[in-house]
């Protein structure tokens, strides 16, 4: 049995589940990182809520505007997504995204903008793990839920 056709898969995320995928993803990742900043940074836990909502709010805003970006080089020099690709994607998205944190860090933090840069790094570190996790768990829960849809039909 092809892969197109395994029992495994599960059906493309229509719009709204996507949001709501954005909506958990961000609001864990606000929940959870707002607690390290603060120990890290040594600041009260709403300043540091504060400033993990605006790097969700950046975040997001980001991912639109740079996906769709990508998605039109990715149209005009006809890229495959190969590894390398999606290395490349990830690397400039990442990176985009440290030159606007980094300054709203030091700026909100009152830090220099090396401290805010280690901030920045120590935040990476934290959602590489964060995001495989979260997205693994999804995906899990979401194939048994679509499993019982299809069971209940």
Not at 16 to 23: N, Q, T
Not at 27 to 44: E, F, N, Y
Not at 117 to 136: A, E, M, Q, R, S
Request: charge should be positive; hydrophobic fraction near 60%.
């Amino acid at each position: 049995m092809s892969k197109s056709t395994s029992k495994s898969m599960t059906p493309p995320k229509t719009f709204p589940e996507r949001c709501l995928h954005m909506v958990m993803f961000e609001s864990l990742a606000v929940l959870t990182s707002a607690p390290i900043v603060a120990w890290a940074m040594g600041v009260p836990m709403a300043h540091a809520g504060a400033l993990a909502l605006m790097f969700s709010s950046v975040a997001m805003a980001w991912n639109m505007v740079f996906n769709m970006l990508f998605e039109k080089i990715e149209q005009r020099y006809q890229l495959i997504r190969t590894v390398v690709v999606r290395i490349a994607h990830a690397t400039a998205f990442e990176f985009g995204l440290v030159v606007m944190l980094v300054p709203l860090a030091a700026w909100w933090l009152g830090v220099s903008m090396l401290d805010a840069f280690i901030l920045d790094v120590g935040l990476i570190l934290y959602f590489l793990p964060y995001t495989f996790l979260f997205n693994l768990i999804y995906d899990k829960v979401r194939a048994r839920l679509m499993a019982r849809r299809v069971r209940a039909v």
